[in-house]
T-cell receptor, first 115, second 110 residues
């Protein structure tokens, strides 16, 4: 069974640009969550989608947005990039209606560097 | 305000001894707790979990203890092995999904 796939794995952008990251969940999983990992801050929750609907949102500015498609694949977008957006962005999928209860399966992440 | 706290950024333990990783939380509405393990350049992987109605869950070398009155949980690894060297994240489940701590870097020394 294929795992969670995130693309691209690495990317470099400059301040002011925008970026789109993609996540393909495990086949059959309907929930996708996004997390930002930075040194010293751990894993910070961005948002969660279930059946194309955003169900939860973390405390991030409106520059961070996402969506989920009918095939459960998800994208997140960050506009007007800032240096502080440099981080590892992790996508996780779950197969429960209430994915917060139980384990999430994480992808390897997309490492974003903003110069 | 951080709802899930891992107060030790790093922990060094000798191979074969017990590793104890701690986690404190503030939200009494959390109903499920999980531990994840992360190696560099990989995504976190699920390790073990515990429901809030239990006080202990064991899986091989890994045991998680929950003290609801103290809002504290701990992960015990015994015996510790070199492959256990990783960052361990504590996570709590609530109405807003999973809330993670900042992680503890466990280093197993030979």
């Amino acid at each position: 069974k294929a795992g969670v796939t995130q693309t691209p794995r690495y990317l470099i952008k400059t301040r002011g640009q925008q970026v789109t990251l993609s996540c393909s969940p495990i086949s059959g999983h309907r929930s996708v969550s996004w997390y930002q990992q930075t040194p010293g801050q751990g894993l910070q929750f961005l948002f969660e989608y279930f059946s194309e609907t955003q169900r939860n949102k973390g405390n991030f500015p409106g520059r961070f947005s996402g969506r989920q498609f009918s095939n459960s694949r998800s994208e997140m977008n960050v506009s007007t990039l800032e240096l502080g957006d440099s981080a590892l962005y992790l996508c996780a999928s779950g197969n429960l209606f209430a994915p917060s209860v139980g384990e999430l399966f994480f992808g390897e992440g997309s490492r974003l560097t903003v110069l | 305000d951080q709802q899930v706290k891992q107060n030790s950024p790093s922990l060094s333990v000798q191979e074969g001894r017990i590793s104890i990783l701690n986690c404190d939380y503030t939200n009494s509405m959390f109903d499920y707790f999980l531990w994840y393990k992360k190696y560099p350049a990989e995504g976190p992987t699920f390790l073990i979990s515990i429901s809030s109605i239990k006080d202990k869950n064991e899986d091989g070398r890994f045991t998680v203890f929950l003290n609801k009155s103290a809002k504290h949980l701990s992960l015990h690894i015994v015996p510790s092995q070199p492959g256990d060297s990783a960052v361990y994240f504590c996570a709590a489940s609530g109405a807003d999904g999973l809330t993670f701590g900042k992680g503890t870097h466990l280093i197993i020394q030979p």
